[in-house]
């Protein structure tokens, strides 16, 4: 069964800048998808990007755009998604999602997945 190590959050001020990973273990296919979605407190769940591994594909969903950027370390499994000028609204649990073969990131844009890792918690004071 896939496991997802999801490590990184903290406390950061208003402009600031973070960095979660996820780590995946616990398979031997090549054709995935590693994304984040986000969920603050008395809010709906908001996907916030994927990575595609087969060929480094990457999509965001609007509140991330121009701003946070996911990578893959396709040797280490393992999924970055750097955050820049951070904003009090990112504040939220941000958990990794995982999905297998080529349409991964597009389940993901609807909201599926095949495995979820434990939240990391992320906040921006204002």
């Known amino acids: 069964e896939v496991q997802l190590q999801a490590s990184g959050g903290g406390l950061v001020q208003t402009g600031g800048s973070l960095r979660l990973s996820c780590a995946a273990s616990g398979f031997t296919f090549d054709d995935y998808a590693i994304g984040w979605f986000r969920q603050a407190p008395g809010t709906e769940r908001e996907w916030v990007a994927c990575?595609?591994?087969?060929?480094?594909?990457?999509y965001y969903g609007d509140s991330a755009k121009g701003r946070f950027a996911i990578s893959s370390d396709n040797a280490r499994n393992t999924g970055t998604l750097q955050m820049n000028s951070l904003k009090p609204e990112d504040t939220a649990v941000y958990f990794c999602?995982?999905?297998?073969?080529?349409?991964?990131?597009?389940?993901?844009?609807?909201?599926?997945?095949?495995?979820w890792g434990q939240g990391t918690q992320v906040t921006v004071s204002s």
């Open positions: 990575i595609r591994r087969s060929d480094g594909s990457t």
């Open positions: 999602t995982f999905a297998f073969g080529t349409h991964g990131c597009a389940m993901m844009q609807n909201y599926e997945y095949d495995y």
